[in-house]
């Protein structure tokens, strides 16, 4: 499904969102970088477990919930 990805990416450039309008060259490369299509099946599970717990285990995001909550209990 990597290609379908970067089919659509490749249609955005021209929609001046500006993240995607950048680094036009750049841009579908990048993407299908973060696909990690080098890896093998065990290799890429592992990669997105990996992936999965660092995601989990990070303070920020945590913290904005965290503020979310209280103020959502104000209102």
Do not use: C, G
């Not at 990805?5 to 036009?24: K, Y």
């Not at 990048?30 to 890896?39: G, N």
């Not at 890429?44 to 990996?50: T, V």
């Amino acid at each position: 499904h990597a290609n379908v990805f970067a089919n659509l990416f490749s249609l955005m450039l021209d929609a001046n969102i500006p993240d995607i309008a950048l680094e036009r060259d750049k841009t579908v490369k990048k993407l299908l970088d973060k696909f990690r299509l080098d890896l093998d099946d065990e290799k890429a599970i592992s990669y997105l477990k990996d992936l999965i717990d660092s995601s989990i285990a990070a303070i920020v995001p945590q913290f904005y919930d965290y503020l979310h909550n209280w103020s959502l209990a104000f209102r």
